[in-house]
């Protein structure tokens, strides 16, 4: 049998749609977090353990994704992107069940392997089957659509929460939807082992080490400050105007709608910018963002702040991405994007554990105020580097 051709429509969609499950996966329950809160009031610690909720999925995808990365290398795609997702239904929907919070951590932390093998192995199949400008728009695509499953996961999730905070964690069952099309579509790449063998012996001479790990720290960087949307917003909005769940849900998902938009735009914004100008003007924008989530004192101004803030991290992950796959051995890319999916999820998992301690030091909205502070000093920074770049 003629094995499906990636370039056709069925294959792109399955794509996307495995895409969706990713990125915003442990912020789905985020509006559910105050009601959870209460609900485990007596728990020592809560505050703490009901943010680990939100955030322990991101820990085990940090831990899971270089495994999942290792085994597509040598072992093929599709079968661990189909198991991943059947995992996802499952653990992810375990909380509506469960009632004791170290049983639905447990939970999480299954989501938080199954979203590894989701991330990595979608994100290697974009790049096993495109190239070239073809690559960077399909990984732009893949971002705004990451940001679209987040705004409706999102936004569903604050809706239910104000019915019950345990229903959020039923969406997580949409995953088996998927399940048959990743069966059924996606052409497992073909895959010379002898060439694969032989590249991994040079691999240590051609990967740049440099460029590398720049881009892992800035993934680490990155999501530690945008994280502190889905960990801080529900309850920034809830002491600032006393909202509730659907509203920041809505509020949330506007920033991921934002994403999505600026996502979009990658292709053309490559067309005209360096790797460099797209993370300046990145960290610039999240640094605004932030800076406005600061000051604002009504649910109107906060949403402009986060949309604004959205607009940057929509430019990060294809941007990552490209210049990654576009820079690095094809034998090793499944380890590659595993890394860097692990210093992704690595970031929103460390994300409480800094702005925790410091939103009760100098309150949410001054956390909010130094942390737009530092993405424009990281924004100057950058922009110091492309200016010394030009002058020699």
Known sequence: MKPRSP???????????????????????????????????????????????LTAPALFIAI????????IDRFGRKGLLGLSVFLYGFAGSSGFLLDQIGLILLGRMLLGFSVAGIMTTATTLIADYYIGAARSQFLGLQAAFMGFGGMIFLTLGGYLADRNWRQPFLIYLMAWLIL???LLVLPEPDRDKDAVQQAGAIASEAVPWTLLLTTYGIALLTQIVFYMIPVQIPFYLQQLMGANASQSGL??????????ISALSYQRLKARFTFTNIYAIAFGLMGIGYLVISFARTYEIVLIGLAIAGLGVGLLMPN???????????????????????SFFLGQFTSPFVSQPLSQWVGLGTTYGLAGGLMLATAAITCGVIFRSHLT
């Open 7 to 53: 370039d056709t429509f069925l294959v792109k969609a399955t794509l996307l749609l495995a895409s969706t499950l990713t990125v915003m996966a442990g912020a789905t329950i985020a509006p559910s977090l105050p009601a959870m809160r209460q609900h485990f009031a007596a728990v020592s610690n809560a505050d703490y353990w009901v943010r680990l909720v």
């Open 64 to 71: 899971g994704a270089p495994v999942a990365g290792i085994a």
């Open 180 to 182: 048959p099309l990743i």
């Open 251 to 260: 509020a949330i998902a506007l920033a991921t709608l934002a994403t999505s």
């Open 320 to 342: 990552m991405n490209v210049c990654l796959t576009s820079s690095t051995p094809a034998s090793l890319r499944g380890r590659i994007l595993g890394g860097l999916t692990t």
